[in-house]
């Protein structure tokens, strides 16, 4: 942990009287992140960031079993380049960052800081593959992207975020559509089963869709506050791209084809879930498989002699089995303790004078507060079992919230009711006019979050206009 | 390895008849790069990429163990901060990419794209150090950088490249030059034992340091071509920033003190140095260190019965032992070998029915092109050892070959001979003038690589000016 010489944790706004602000105050608190100085832009502090390297290194395993690889394309891309697929370029012309002079010379063609690199890919690809023997093409690149945003929020809405963008293209529709899914489900697996957060699995409705594909696939998680927060997209564009880009390759037959395409992505916004899901009014709750401290060390009464050395054994003992560290500053207990509490460590280890004569540790877990006296002999084996629990309990009352606050509406009162009286998200028909969905956005600001893979049929008719339903929609206001 | 249709590899320019072409050639035969579509981007391709990730890795690993934590600064810097600090800007404005407009608001101030973070991590620590509690902060980054370079060339100069760049904040002179100096170490020791490439070490001209640097120190290395690679540097600020962005901390005394700074980066242009001390007119060659596949299983006449089983069964038995991969694609075996050789990857298992009958495989080193018959029983022992000894005969080629270009000069008439009959290293005494290394640098185009830390007195007088010697410097061409 750094140094510093802040001596007392601030109090941080309750969420239940002020969510956005209690939002703001841990993720200063906890020091996630700091503003940078253009607008909308945020500096990733050494916490916020080793979170986040945890993330992209779990991502980054599966990209590479699943047989991806890694390259890096440019930040910059020529506006008469960015116009080649009109839909993409309509989705994203109004947030793009303009350079217009390099050094000092006037640029004559505007050039565009990527905000995603669907076209650099396109291009790249239409040079490149050329016969069924450069199939498929399964690339990803992590880096940064800029969107002018008109109001931002640290990691939920930002100017410049990073993330990962895979891209990739294939012979045919049905391997295209497979590593669509593919991909959505590891981003459902990371979601869950790392950062416990438990998520619906859907497709985007055409409205929502990614500006360019046919249809866009998502997983989207449920904060404390009841909006929705979209986690994790993956694109399918059939053959979109390739017809604007002329990406075509010669099938077994000898026959040009145009290759089918996909792109997905994972970005730093996932951080403002994991605050936002997990977190309470003590600060964040970190889920142990990818918080970058899993234990902390507070030695108790440190200045007795034996205290330190017994603690740093400790840390020795434990420091292959977990990740652990230990605050052996002249900082008090209590602050230490709010300080890890703030920053959501799983569990904190307790060790002062008399645990040592008992030959025991006191264990607290973040999540619930409980306490527990453990002989230093079963240490080893408690520990790990102890990080699993709070692991599977966090996960737990996520999905608990997730499932209590999902309301079944069949009409707009009952959807204006659930979203007053129990935000979260409704299960709704929808007749699949997109009008009835915009009705219902400007009525109630809840948009649709995803039209789930696993269907119900709740009602006949559409919620908002009554007409045939075709199928059953997830709502929510959302981030 | 990806599945590519190419049945051949071009062949390439001889080095030989013109450098800059073979260096062109490789890059693109050995698919490391392709070009962006902005004039002087790059498209890092998986093969060159995956080598990246591996210095970077080694690197990564390198920073944390030294106490340093990544972090993620924005990307955009607006113009008044950049003019903080005057050196700074007058070295780097010229070659600024400048952001004017916002999706489509007209920005009332420019906003820079990064060519370098100082300033931002300045006002950082500005506002993030209070007393000698908070010190040191030791930051790194991995992120890109834009330079408005004129002319371009792939990994060496381009106008977006990948870097990291470190930037630590201390309270005394004596830490900050500490940590200056142990980043250089890092930087050396990446090269030396994992990119097999000897670097001298020292200190940067006046004329040659870091804009707003106290001093800059840097590790240079020799090309093929007898031109140097600035390969690493490290800066010392003084307290140079902390007075422009007023970042003063509180000491045990209770006195207001400005920090003392460092900065430190290395970047994809590494890349060109790999290419262009280890290659030869087959290709590239990968020091097994770094080497993203060390060894390629070539399976000769695959079609017989068991080739490939027993091929496949070889790559199993190897893989948790060396980074090894198979090429059983229908191409010829020939075609695979030049592939592999212009890849450089240090190693080619070849394995053939004969081979297979006599329960043995073919070794062949990429650098000598030696090819030994290893028993099977012998692999698990041979494998490794052949791997140190390619790495190990690399690294003495590349330092031969710098030691036996490396001449003495005690007048201009040496040093002109020496840089025309044999290019390199020039060892020649200054006066410490800077219209001296100006004038050698108008008449020979070479340039002051270093002050190297271990100085020899060559002789009494300035190799230019004829005056009293203060210190020997390393002179070259250079990228």
Redesign the interface.
């Known amino acids: 942990m750094?140094?510093?010489?802040k001596q007392f944790v601030e109090k941080i706004t309750a969420m239940e009287d002020d969510f956005a602000q209690w939002y703001t105050d841990v993720v200063k608190q906890a020091e996630l992140v700091?503003y940078?100085?253009?607008r909308g832009?945020?500096?990733?502090?050494?916490y916020g960031?080793?979170i986040?390297?945890n993330i992209r290194d779990q991502l980054d395993r599966r990209f590479k079993e699943t047989g991806h690889?890694?390259?890096?394309?440019?930040?910059?891309?020529?506006e008469s380049?960015l116009q080649k697929e009109k839909d993409h370029i309509e989705g994203f012309a109004?947030?793009?960052?303009?350079?217009?002079?390099?050094?000092?010379?006037e640029l004559e063609e505007?050039?565009c800081?990527r905000p995603t690199s669907e076209v650099?890919f396109g291009?790249?690809y239409a040079?490149?593959i050329?016969?069924y023997?450069?199939l498929p093409k399964l690339?990803n690149q992590w880096?940064?992207v800029?969107r002018?945003e008109k109001t931002t929020r640290p990691f939920l809405r930002s100017?410049?975020f990073?993330w990962q963008e895979g891209h990739t293209a294939h012979a045919t529709q049905e391997e295209a559509e497979e590593e669509t899914a593919q991909m959505l489900d590891i981003y459902a697996e990371i979601c869950e089963d790392y950062l416990a957060i438990p998520v619906l699995r859907g497709k985007k409705t055409e409205k929502e869709k990614f500006a360019g594909a046919e249809y866009t696939l998502t997983v989207e998680s449920l904060m404390h506050d009841g909006k929705a927060l979209q986690s994790g997209t993956s694109h399918y564009f059939g053959t979109g791209f390739a017809e604007a880009f002329d990406i075509r390759y010669l099938n077994k037959d000898g026959e040009q084809q145009p290759v089918h395409q996909t792109s997905w992505g994972m970005s730093t916004r996932i951080m403002g879930a994991l605050i936002m899901v997990h977190g309470d009014n003590r600060g964040l709750v970190i889920p142990p498989r990818i918080a970058p401290t899993q234990a902390m060390i507070v030695p108790v009464a440190q200045h007795k002699e034996g205290v330190l050395d017994k603690a740093y054994d400790l840390r020795d003992r434990l420091q292959h089995l977990v990740r652990v560290d230990i605050d052996s500053s002249d900082k008090k207990p209590g602050w230490k303790f709010n300080e890890y509490e703030m920053k959501g460590i799983p569990v904190r280890i307790e060790m002062g004078p008399k645990d040592i004569e008992n030959e025991q540790v006191v264990l607290v877990r973040r999540d619930t507060g409980d306490k527990e006296f453990v002989p230093l002999s079963e240490l080893e084996e408690r520990l790990p079992a102890l990080l699993e629990e709070v692991q599977q309990n966090i996960y737990n009352q996520a999905l608990t919230h997730l499932n209590e606050t999902t309301t079944t509406a069949k009409n707009m009162d009952e959807f204006k009711q659930a979203l007053d009286e129990k935000p979260g998200f409704i299960q709704a028909m929808w007749c699949g006019d997109h009008t009835c969905e915009e009705k219902i956005k400007d009525e109630t600001s809840a948009t649709s979050r995803c039209i789930p893979f696993e269907q119900q049929h709740v009602s006949d008719s559409c919620v908002y206009c009554g007409r045939e339903a075709k199928e059953l929609v997830y709502w929510a206001r959302a981030y």
């Open positions: 750094s140094k510093n010489n700091d940078g100085a253009v832009t945020m500096i990733i502090k050494p960031f080793a986040w390297e690889s890694n390259v890096s394309f440019p930040l910059f891309i020529p380049m109004p947030e793009v960052a303009w350079v217009t002079k390099g050094g000092e010379e505007r050039i800081v650099l291009e790249y040079k490149n050329h016969s023997r450069d690339f880096s940064n800029v002018w100017l410049e990073l």
